[in-house]
């Protein structure tokens, strides 16, 4: 006997009741234009009955949740643009980073005193 699959919040958003799978994660695929198949393809667990009920819920509430997908992606680019600011990528090919991280790593510790 199989029990009906349906929407339920549990604290991260709206999800499958049978997974943790949310909307919110399926929303990029809808919003691209991602087929079923294609879904299936980067999330294997799903079915094709899992993906029409969450597919179903966005159409029924695609603006609203194409503009909180807006704001999550804003908020990302700036937090990776922070981070990039914060820790700005070093100069030299790869080979010469690591020849230079090897360099440091081999200096002596310093020590500390204790007053």
Known sequence: MQTEI???????GLQLSNSRITVHDLVPYFQTGCSH????????????????????????????????????QAYRAEQIRSQRHRFPEREGSRHERLVQLRQLLRQPWPTCTRS
């Open 37 to 72: 198949n294609e879904i299936l393809r980067w999330l294997p667990s799903l079915t094709h009955e899992e993906i029409a009920i969450l597919e179903r819920y966005y159409r029924q509430h695609k603006d609203e949740l194409d503009e909180y997908e807006s704001r999550v």
């Open 6 to 12: 349906t929407l339920v919040d549990r604290g991260r």
